[in-house]
């Protein structure tokens, strides 16, 4: 089966953009795993913000018609609200794996532990068994945003007063990282995602860094579906919640839907409700998209 995309690029092309400087062209496929092509033009323009002049973005959606895997047919999914459908939309996506070749690197735009991320991983290890390329890069919004918010929560400092005299102590900052997304089903399934991805058991739970997950109770389309008025006091509503409930210091709330891109103000105004002026303000909210899109272009510029 091929896919409906013509990549700017040939196999493992690199444009030269100034020999003198040595610049390259980086080309990224953003896939979104799901068939609303509202949501992939809405991150458009959040991308594009991010003014990298040398990075070439193209985009994907997941085809709104039934298509045939191996004899199996999968059903196209409009929007992704568990983890079930999380698994299909990644059928959804398999055309993708013939376009590898095409691309330096490759974000699922799907905030979930999504299997695609994976499963492309898979493939470019395959290929590059055979040929020899330039490394290639994978990552989810929902791996990236956490990395990100970890980033900005967790850190060690000098334990005060300091005293010549005696050992020098040191202790873990304190703060937290919490998730604002859609549906419910998405808190235990997001929530055993991040202990998953941070590496401990699902049964102890405990993290001094994540506050856990609140959700707003609507889907990826019904955020653009709905009054924009509902869905701004929705998310301030579970934002504040998150912050209230949390047992210790949100210092950082992910947007966990990449349909949430671009609805910063409205966790901004719930966090200034919840914690007043300043702190309020200085809550970061991390958008998985563009953290997704600066985690890729990090690793192609450095050669990790």
């Known amino acids: 089966m091929s896919l409906a995309l013509e990549p700017r690029y040939g196999t493992n092309e690199i444009i030269q953009l100034d020999p003198r400087k040595g610049e390259r062209n980086y080309s990224i496929l953003i896939i979104n795993p799901n068939t609303s092509t509202h949501m992939t033009e809405a991150l458009k323009p959040i991308l594009a913000s991010m003014n990298y002049q040398d990075v070439h973005f193209e985009y994907f959606t997941a085809p709104d018609s039934t298509v045939e895997i191996d004899g199996v047919e999968i059903e196209p999914i409009a929007s992704i609200n568990n983890a079930e ?53 994978v990552t989810g919004i929902f791996e990236a945003s956490i990395t990100a918010a970890l980033s900005l929560v967790s850190g060690f400092a000098l334990q005060d007063p300091i005293n010549p005299a005696e050992k020098l102590q040191k202790y873990q900052e304190k703060g937290s990282f919490g998730i604002v997304t859609t549906g419910s089903a998405w808190k235990e399934e997001l929530t ?13 739970g405990s993290s001094m860094h994540f506050a856990g997950v609140e959700t707003t109770g609507l889907t990826a389309v019904e955020l653009h579906t709905t009054e924009p008025a509902e869905v701004r006091r929705r998310i301030i509503d579970a934002t504040r919640n998150l912050l209230r409930n949390s047992g210790s210091r949100v210092k950082v709330v992910c947007l966990g839907c990449a349909g949430m891109a671009g609805m910063e103000e409205a966790v901004r ?12 303000q200085r809550v970061r909210i991390v958008d998985g998209v563009v953290a997704g899109a600066g985690n890729l272009i990090t690793a192609l510029k450095a050669g990790f």
């Open 192 to 204: 055993n995602a991040v202990q998953g991805a941070l590496g401990y058991d699902y049964e102890d």
């Open 269 to 280: 105004e719930g966090c200034t409700q919840e914690y007043g002026h300043p702190e309020g």
């Open 85 to 137: 459908e999380s698994c299909k939309s990644a059928l959804n996506c398999w055309p993708v794996r013939e376009f590898i070749g095409h691309y330096d690197a490759f974000l699922v735009a799907c905030y979930s532990a999504h299997p695609f991320v994976g499963r492309l991983r898979e493939d470019i290890a395959a290929s590059e068994e055979a040929s020899s390329t330039r490394n290639k890069y």
